[in-house]
């Protein structure tokens, strides 16, 4: 089993709708939360952390549930420019990052 | 400030030849992470490096792998020798304390690497 799992997608929406991805973890231990995006051919950049009481940036909330091990990512309004790869990402015990293989999100018009 | 700074970008080579990737980490960054990143097994990280001292080499595949870092603003990734199965884009990424709750890592371009 994977450390971090995601729905590959593709995640095909029109503008203005909102989406939802999933993710979860294996390890128990993980201390820190986050969702990093990629756009097409470029490197992967922090989108935003991930708190036990949920947190919001703009269109964008994510939800942690450590009962669950589970982590969401909610967009509201999906603009063209949300188009990309979605990365889950977990930090275990020490300073590693885990990613999940990514959910891809296309917004069309 | 211009970022984590990686080259070459685009790399190909033979099969059994020796490939050397190289990274600048953002100025006043502790830790520097090599990754590896391919369709079949995502984003996977190699190797990193606190203070120049390599902590984690878990990750490098084999000992065709090796990294360096001489200093706090250089850092080698090299395989030697090379193989196709080696092909992949090769990020460096680099980051002030990475703890739990830390700073997060800032990544570079990445260097595409297709080992014919």
């Known amino acids: 089993r994977k450390e971090v799992e995601q729905d590959p997608g593709p995640f095909n929406v029109p503008e203005g709708a909102t989406v939802a991805f999933n993710c979860t973890y294996s390890n128990s231990a993980s201390q820190s939360f986050f969702w990093y995006r990629q756009d097409c051919r470029k490197e992967p950049k922090l989108l935003m952390s991930?708190?036990?009481s949920g947190n919001e940036d703009g269109r964008f909330t994510a939800q942690l549930n450590r009962a669950s091990q589970y982590i969401s990512l909610l967009i509201r309004d999906s603009k063209l420019s949300d188009s990309a790869t979605y990365l889950c990402v977990v930090n275990n015990a020490g300073n590693k990052l885990v990613f999940g293989a990514g959910t891809i999100l296309r917004v069309k018009s | 400030d211009a970022g984590v700074i990686q080259s070459p970008r685009h790399e190909v080579t033979e099969m059994g030849q020796e490939v050397t990737l190289r990274c600048k980490p953002i100025s006043g960054h502790d830790y520097l992470f090599w990754y590896r990143q391919t369709m079949m097994r995502g984003l996977e990280l190699l190797i990193y490096?606190?203070?120049?001292?390599?902590?984690?080499d878990s990750g490098m595949p084999e000992d065709r792998f090796s990294a360096k870092m001489p200093n706090a603003s250089f850092s080698t990734l090299k395989i030697q020798p090379s193989e196709p199965r080696d092909s992949a884009v090769y990020f460096c990424a680099s980051s002030l304390d990475p703890a739990p709750g830390g700073e997060t890592q800032y990544f570079g371009p990445g260097t595409r690497l297709l080992v014919l």
């Open positions: 991930v708190y036990s």
């Open positions: 490096f606190n203070n120049n001292v390599p902590i984690d």
